[in-house]
């Protein structure tokens, strides 16, 4: 798997709807017709929330719904890219040169992510232009990554044009950190799965480094997704990355309460290794180590012996050097929990117990509870959700993603599955106070779908 490459296939595009229509409305825009398509697929995080830019593993699953890109190599050197939804503009902008502004976390600069990720890994300039059609059907800002499937099928599409070859693991990792342009400081989960995703399994995705592994889940369960339908941007505001900064603080003092070289310190992971202790004693250091008020930025410089100025130029995000309270204590407690959650799910996966489901949706209720009280990255339409979806027979049930706003996941035995969905229809998206578009509501059981793939035209 780690020297593996994407998937190329053929296929006749008159007998795939969706490929014919972009085929049409490309030919319309552009006046020529695709040489290739490039599919990536979005995903559902099952359990490990907010952890992978820790270090620590993840549970998620690709999703059906995807981005879809259709492409024509050019002389020029010109990137055209389009898009099938009228709210996203065209756009236009040479190959050399890229510059993508962080203010502004607008659609086509996640293209420019991937593109730009390819372009400066194989140290190349004066690259040939491509006329671009973008086709998704991920909800945007929704929790199932839409922004990360993009990055990666630009990415995808660009080492097509240029005819080179990676493995899946390389792709997903230049795909993580070309997505950091944006100006978010995520982990890796998002591009990991959409490369390295296979139908009918779930993946354990750890890190440092990056493989995948199997995860068997229940057969007699399935999983549902619930768009709580209020949007969040994570790269519009700063919430996201001031826990990961949270994160990076909290690792630092840990570290150095523990006599480690804490400057080189940067993931909460990195401590637990260092001292070679489980994830239950890390969490039993925190109470010593760490006190649950909130931290000023002076306190820490106080516990770190440097000044603010060092704080704010050498540790923290450019958007997060304004922030006046840091809740480490709380944050640290999230990771490691939710760090042993992820194993633990993944254990009774493996062992299959006769009561696998009921254990199994404890520790995604659990995961939303600390996501709501100790990260504090929920949000009172997500909490009504869950709430409304355990009602309803969901064995468990959680936020899923980066949170305040977007969507839930729940495990819900199969054979409630029709009374599951007309009930949590009706409860959340019929509501007297909720009265929401149809197309903005999105409900519905998945099973775990494959990663990008090439499509070539037979």
């Not at 993931?267 to 006190?291: K, P």
């Not at 480490?328 to 299959?352: M, N, P, T």
Request: charged share 20%.
């Amino acid at each position: 798997m780690a020297t593996e490459g994407p998937v190329t296939c053929r296929v006749q595009v008159a007998e795939h709807p969706r490929l014919l229509k972009l085929k049409e409305i490309f030919n319309s825009k552009f006046g020529s017709i695709p040489k290739f398509y490039v599919r990536a697929p979005g995903r559902v995080n099952i359990i490990g929330e907010h952890i992978d830019y820790c270090g620590y593993s993840v549970l998620p699953m690709a999703v059906e719904q995807d981005m879809l890109i259709a492409v024509e190599p050019v002389k020029t050197h010109t990137l055209q890219l389009a898009n099938t939804n009228p709210l996203y503009p065209d756009f236009s902008t040479g190959t050399n040169n890229i510059q993508i502004d962080k203010t502004k976390p607008l659609w086509h600069n996640y293209f420019l992510c991937g593109f730009k990720g390819i372009q400066e890994h194989f140290g190349l300039s004066d690259l040939a232009g491509m006329n671009c059609l973008v086709d998704g059907t991920i909800p945007p800002s929704s929790g199932l990554s839409s922004s990360s499937a993009l990055v990666c099928c630009a990415g995808l599409v660009t080492l097509t044009v240029l005819g080179m070859n990676l493995s899946k693991v390389e792709l997903a990792e230049i795909c993580a950190k070309s997505e950091r342009y944006i100006g978010t400081e995520g982990g890796g989960m998002d591009q990991s799965i959409s490369f390295l995703a296979e139908e009918g399994t779930a993946k354990l995705i750890e890190f440092s480094p990056l493989r995948a592994t199997d995860v068997k889940l229940p057969s007699g369960a399935v999983f549902v997704i619930a768009n709580s339908c209020v949007e969040m941007n994570k790269a519009a505001t700063s919430h996201f990355n001031i826990r990961v900064m949270e994160c990076r603080l909290a690792a630092k003092l840990l570290a150095k309460y523990n006599s480690l070289q804490w400057d080189k310190v940067l993931r909460l992971e990195e401590v637990q290794t260092n001292l070679g202790v489980s994830l239950e004693e890390m969490l039993l250091i925190i109470e010593d180590a760490l006190h649950p008020e909130p931290y000023s930025p002076e306190e820490v410089c106080r516990c770190l012996g440097i000044s603010l100025q060092e704080l704010q130029t050498q540790i923290l995000s450019p958007n997060t050097q304004d922030v006046l309270i840091f809740k480490l204590y709380q944050r640290a407690k999230h990771v490691y929990s939710e760090a042993a959650r992820v194993l633990q799910f993944k254990k009774i996966c493996e062992e299959a117990p006769d009561n696998m489901v009921q254990l199994l949706g404890e520790l995604m209720n659990q995961s939303h509870e600390s996501c709501r009280d100790m990260y504090e990255c929920s949000c009172p339409e997500l909490d009504q959700l869950v709430d409304i979806c355990r009602k309803f027979g969901a064995q468990g049930s959680r936020l899923t993603g980066a949170g305040w706003g977007g969507c839930t996941v729940s495990l819900v035995p199969a054979d409630k599955l029709p009374s599951f969905l007309a009930n949590v229809q009706e409860a959340y998206y019929q509501s007297g106070d909720r009265c929401l578009a149809p197309e903005r509501q999105s409900l519905f059981a998945t099973k775990p779908g494959g990663g990008a793939l090439v499509f070539l035209e037979a």
